[in-house]
């Protein structure tokens, strides 16, 4: 028996030692998708890492997959969907991503930080302004540079050769080579050959070959992509017309890939523009032309190396291992240059002696480089596809180069309501009148002949209201121009403040001034600035809060059709941001319901009975504009112009209504004893809910008769069911 167990525990020690060996071996599942002019390189790859693997006893077995047009209906579909399994849940079906680094945007949230990873002396060989757009996102390096690819024109040698004609450096060059060459072999019966081809299929390699033509038509060699808009740009697509015209056709422009390698294994293209993957005995490779000599245009992509950040930390490390073998100096130098005959991120080896004796040193060294700006767009397969059709049409004739370029430029663009448009402008003085007319007309507080008319506050409160109505003005100014985070917190302040500053004098006054003397109107009145401090600090801390917490945003309104244009309006991000917005807006609309409430109970009492009239109109209108507002808020505008123009009309009727009414109509209302029909109007509206016999009655102007009337209403007990109405109908504090 104490054999049997002996021999038991050896048996199991036996079966984990062997699991332990078993398990020794880290399978990393290395998964890319392919051109068709790489699918046999990948896996040579994958060999040669696994070779180094068992030569350096790294343990690490390197497994590939691989999504391929050739072999796969869905080609590079299929392997782009593998982004919607991470969106759906974290998952570890594959370790190392070679990606294109066209999506270097669209699997960042899914890759690694490198630079928390790999040593810092790796990064720094990559380190490169020409590389890094292709695999830094958000100031992280989502992956490194693995290899790249890069458009370069292709020279017939022969020809070139034969009628004595070097590398053309221009576009006119390119022309007038090629018109020659191609006049001359005419002449000898040659009507196959083709001048160039322009490359402009219905796929993403149009998009290289117009990014590389508006790269070529810059002023200089610092100055960046021309604007779609700008005359460089126009020009550039018009000469890329002029050549069709004449040495090449609509066929060529547009034909697909395989018909441009046919046409250069034929020798059918005297020039062509193609990826530098692609290489001929008889063809000689260059930077693309520019407009004028020392311009030239390059598309650079290619591939990059990047590690799934949700697999387990041990492989990710054993990952690590894969990339610094494919990222060193030698596998870079002895595979992918020598073997593979790619271009290797690693520049400096471009200053290897030996290496420029293989291939052309040159056109890495002077190449002036562009990558597509898909990582600076939300969709960019949507404005690569609908740009192409653009394109595509412009060749067809349908579309003039002003009408394309206009067209692929408001895919992407941001418009904002602007001073320099008729109505911008217009709106935009209106302001600025109304901003001047605020400072101007508080002046009158300080006019002995206005004086009268400003009883109802004193100074300190009037200038705190005045100051409301500026703050309200000013922040329609952040409407013009483009919306930025600084201008959406300012404009945010400007509102919540300004408007609670316009209520917080009423609601000072109107608590002193309350019907029945109570010790809260003692306190308030006996603490003025301590009472307005707390009411405005309340609301003040709130802003600091959402500042510090930096909620306040600026959201993209992007319309992936050809009807609206993109706009920006301002949000509030994170949870507690936008219920720290909630409580500000609810605090202001209580403070207002608490003013309106109050101004229902002094409503006639003597001493401030025309001012609490004059007000309540505006509190009636403020209290409309607050439902408009938040009607607007919740529709869908589509109408960047629209859009801006309703908040700005809603803050002015606002605006008019606390300053211009107050201020300006109802001095004048006063000054020339204009009957207030505004007045008769709250009073049938407020009458009519206790006593039909008082409308017509209340619908009499001069105070003396209202007094009366309220006078009546108090001596008759139906107006003393409720302490509220006693309140209401006082005259005088009781």
Not at 194 to 209: A, D, H, I, K
Not at 259 to 274: D, G, H, M, S
Not at 299 to 308: F, V
Request: net charge negative; aromatic share 16%.
């Amino acid at each position: 028996m104490k054999y049997n167990i002996f021999y038991l525990f050896t048996f199991i020690k036996y079966i984990l030692v062997l699991i332990r060996f078993s398990d020794a071996t880290v399978d990393i599942n290395f998964v890319t998708d392919s051109y068709s002019v790489l699918d046999e390189a990948f896996p040579l790859m994958i060999e040669q890492f696994n070779d180094y693997s068992k030569k350096k006893k790294l343990d690490i077995n390197l497994k590939l997959t691989l999504f391929s047009d050739q072999n796969n209906p869905q080609g590079y579909n299929e392997y782009y969907l593998t982004i919607d399994q991470f969106k759906k849940k974290k998952t570890m079906s594959y370790d190392v991503f070679a990606y294109d680094s066209l999506y270097t945007k669209v699997f960042s949230p899914f890759l690694v930080p490198l630079e928390e990873y790999l040593e810092s002396d790796i990064l720094e060989l990559y380190d490169s302004e020409k590389t890094n757009p292709l695999n830094v996102y958000n100031g992280h390096w989502v992956g490194v540079p693995f290899f790249l690819i890069l458009t370069v024109l292709q020279g017939n040698k022969n020809y070139l050769k034969k009628y004595n004609k070097g590398m053309p450096e221009t576009w006119d060059e390119l022309l007038t080579t090629a018109e020659y060459i191609l006049g001359e072999e005419k002449l000898l019966g040659n009507d196959k050959l083709v001048g160039y081809n322009g490359l402009f299929p219905q796929n993403e390699n149009t998009m290289s070959s117009v990014f590389q033509l508006l790269y070529s038509y810059r002023e200089t060699k610092d100055s960046p992509l021309p604007d779609f808009k700008s005359q460089e740009a126009i020009n550039a697509f018009n000469k890329i017309i002029e050549i069709r015209e004449k040495i090449s056709s609509q066929e060529f422009y547009t034909s697909t890939e395989i018909f441009n390698i046919q046409a250069l294994l034929e020798e059918n293209l005297l020039f062509a523009q193609f990826w530098n993957t692609f290489q001929l005995e008889n063809y000689t490779q260059a930077v693309l032309p520019g407009r004028k000599k020392g311009i030239n245009s390059v598309i650079i992509g290619g591939y990059n190396l990047g590690i799934n950040k949700n697999i387990s930390e041990e492989k990710k490390q054993a990952s690590l291992e894969v990339l610094k073998f494919f990222l060193s100096y030698e596998y870079q130098k002895e595979n992918i240059i020598e073997t593979f005959h790619l271009t290797s991120p690693l520049f400096s080896l471009y200053d290897d002696p030996d290496i420029c004796f293989e291939v052309d040193c040159n056109i890495v060294k002077n190449m002036q480089s562009f990558s597509r700006p898909s990582y600076k767009m939300e969709n960019y397969d949507y404005f690569s596809s609908t740009s192409v059709n653009y394109f595509q049409n412009f060749l067809r004739g349908n579309l003039t180069a002003e009408q394309t370029l206009t067209k692929m430029d408001d895919i992407t663009r941001i418009y904002y309501f602007t001073n320099k448009s008729t109505l911008g402008l217009v709106i935009f003085i209106v302001l600025l009148v109304l901003f001047y007319l605020i400072v101007f007309s508080t002046f009158e507080i300080f006019i002995p002949k206005f004086q009268s008319h400003f009883t109802f506050l004193s100074k300190d409160l009037w200038l705190i209201y005045v100051y409301g109505s500026i703050l309200m003005v000013t922040s329609e100014f952040t409407h013009f121009g483009e919306l930025t985070q600084i201008k959406c917190r300012f404009q945010n302040v400007t509102k919540i403040i300004g408007d609670l500053f316009i209520l917080i004098p009423l609601l000072y006054k109107l608590i002193v001034n309350f019907p029945q003397i109570n010790s809260v109107s003692k306190w308030v009145k006996n603490h003025k600035y301590i009472f307005l401090l707390i009411i405005f600090g309340i609301q003040f801390l709130f802003s600091i809060i959402l500042i510090i917490m930096d909620a306040h945003a600026v959201d993209d309104i992007i319309f992936y059709n050809d009807k609206n244009k993109n706009f920006k309006k301002c949000a509030i991000h994170k949870t507690e941001g936008t219920i720290i917005s909630y409580i500000q807006t609810i605090y202001n609309v209580l403070l207002y319901l608490i003013v309106c409430s109050l101004m229902f109970l002094e409503y006639n009492i003597e001493e401030t009975i025309h001012d609490i009239r004059y007000f309540t109109i505006v509190m009636i209108m403020n209290g409309i504009t607050l439902i408009l507002q938040f009607i607007v808020n919740k529709l869908t505008i589509n109408n960047y112009a629209l859009y801006s123009l309703i908040q700005i009309a809603l803050n002015l009727l606002f605006i008019i209504m606390n300053h211009i009414y107050v201020f300006i109509i109802r001095i004048i209302i006063e000054k020339f004893n204009i009957p207030d029909t505004d007045k008769e109007m709250i009073n049938k509206m407020l009458d009519n809910k206790y006593s039909a016999h008082d409308i017509k009655r209340s619908s009499i102007c001069n105070s003396e008769t209202s007094r009366s009337i309220s006078s009546s209403k108090q001596s008759n007990p139906v107006y003393h069911k409720s302490k509220l109405l006693s309140y209401h109908y006082a005259t005088n504090p009781m």
